[in-house]
């Protein structure tokens, strides 16, 4: 047929033959055949010697109109979106602005996408973890955030201990009872390891890290709001150990977004920043402890809904408080609640 249009398309050092165009067909369905064959969405290619009169034609312009010689060779320039997110480091590079108001409507559309249930897959399979200390029969897990959840990273002060959240040791020897515990952080491996010997984490006599997770353990997804955004799904950590599951699960982050695979698991909490100024202030950790404690007896944390966590009260008559087993903790939440 005299106007079929055959285009090669040279990107990454290969060549991808596109076939099946017509004159009649636009640059937007050019776009979307070179899509089809290398996985680059067309609004992340550049076709660099794809001119009209010198520029750069429209997604509208008729192939026709660009006179294309049969076989022409396009050169492109363009990511894949899962080279993107690796290659745009950790999310803590995302600025804080970006944040999660009503990220809600998105969710349950992410939760079960095939593509991403893929990574996952991906990540149980080769993410490799290093266990610090295995996981105690019949505990849960509380998977914590680092930056500005248990520590504000933004401020500047002489020593780390100077920016730890408050109350943070008394938090998690409370939490370890029947919690096992799990950091993970947008960030390297290397850093975890440098903060939490910084703040004592590492080496504490009464409560012991089951394991870290850094950026490597994260997902890319994309959300029609916020585009590519880094998250942290815990499928990664349900399939590597059984005796976790979204049942016996819960995380805190400062970052909603950071809970778009697993939104119900997820309790968004305050952030720690200004440790110069909060410092004397801020009584999460103490609540939170308390928290766990109260939940600790639920089966299923699916019918929880930490969103309302403040309002939380046991059902049944035992009241839990952290008072008994950690010293000051329920003096200072008496002080912080009076206050
Ligand atoms: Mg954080």
Redesign the pocket.
Known sequence: MENEVRIVVKWSGKEYEICNLSESDSVGTLKNAIHRETGVRPERQKLLNLKLKGKTPEDGCQLSTLKLKQGFKVMMMGSLEEDIADASGPPEDIPDVVNDLDIEDEEIALESREVYLAKIERRIKEYKINMLNEPRPGKKLLVL?????LYDHRSSAETGYELMRPFLHEFLISAYQDYDIVIWSATSMKWIEEKMKLLGVSTHSDYKIAFYLDNLAMISIVTPKYGIVQVKPLGVIWGKFDQYSSRNTIMF???RRNFLMNPGNGLKIR?FRQAHLNRDKDRELLKLAKYLKDIVHEEDFNSLDHKHWEKYRPRKKEQHTVKKESGDLGDNRDSSSAS
């Open positions: 955030d680092v930056d500005y959840t982050d400062d970052i952030p």
